[in-house]
């Protein structure tokens, strides 16, 4: 037993329970859309209301080429970083390693590795994501720098699981630690404090229809440690604590056309961020000879980074297979964005 809840799609009319499903399913996404459109304000809101934003940098390039859309699409390494429920879907050994040059140059990166574990009939993953960064110091009396420099460093290591509850549901949770710190050279602050993902996918039957769930880096209250000195009164004060940006998604994805040459896989989510308006994006990966991909998204709800693309390349090597992976994403005035991929399976 391997863990693996695939199932190859099937072909023909689907069974009424399916369309009725279908149908209800598209009525939700468009009643879950109108208030994306229409809170622009309300989420406006939120903005700047938590903490820890390294946690919603994408970095996995599959993904985030077809918009981030992927939460019921998500399988392999990849889905510990957008929902472990598809940790065991592929019922291989993996490891990812994969990079982002981020806006203004930053650098970020992740490795996770996912084993197949009978005994839960799923897999389980080890992740380990992280940034860093040095800058300018400036003050108000210094707006073009002290002289003195800082830096800026976060990372996170994951641990989840999924596990296969039937035949074609699949369910997964990962537990993360999550450091932060600004500036320790210059005496800054630091936090540390544990999140928890979790997540579902269900297989409809038909066309490998996939519908997908997933709350992700829910947890306590991120409030740094220390204290600084106040200008006013002279007292020691503690830093203010921010809520975490957690992330609650449901997705649908759906595969409207197979060959023996080409593949066809459509996405679409909406999501509930707790620090902004709702979001609403949609997805597609276009493979030919199961060696070629090109994939696409857009973000309808963001103010920047609204189109993203990619494209990959599969080799096989007997019963190893490797995919490498690039993704492209329009940042606008902040520039592109560029994401590179590399996963081992076997």
Known sequence: MNGSVHRAPTRGRPPA????????????????????????????????????????????????????????YAS?????????????????????LCGVDYTAGIPAGAAVVCLPFAPIRGAIGIGLAGLSATMDETDEFHPLGTGREFTYSTWTATLGASRALTDKLSFGVAAK????????????????????????????GYRDTRMGITLSNFGPDLRPSGEFE??????????????????FRFGFSIDPYQSKRWKLVTSIEVGH???????????????????FAVRAGYDFSADALKLHAGCGVRMRFGSTRIDVDYAYA??????????WGLHYSW
């Open 17 to 72: 329970r399916v369309r009725v499903l279908a149908g209800l399913l598209g009525a939700g996404l468009l009643l879950a859309a109108a208030p994306a459109a229409a809170q622009t304000d309300l989420g406006g809101q939120r903005v700047g209301t938590s903490s820890g934003s390294f946690l919603k940098v994408s970095l996995d390039p599959r993904g985030s080429g077809m918009g981030g859309a992927v939460c019921a």
């Open 76 to 96: 392999g390494p990849a889905a510990l970083l957008w929902n472990p429920a598809g940790l065991g879907i592929e019922g291989e050994r993996g490891v990812l």
């Open 177 to 204: 630690l999550f450091h932060e710190a600004f500036a320790p050279e210059l005496d800054g602050t630091e936090l540390t404090t544990w999140l928890i993902d979790a997540g579902a996918i269900y297989f409809v």
């Open 230 to 247: 106040s200008r006013r009164s002279d007292a020691e004060i503690r830093y203010t604590s921010f809520s975490p940006p957690t992330f």
């Open 273 to 291: 961020p707790a620090d902004n308006r709702e979001v609403l994006r949609a997805g597609a990966e276009l493979t030919m000879e199961r060696a």
């Open 330 to 339: 329009d940042g606008g005035y902040f520039g592109s964005i560029h994401r």
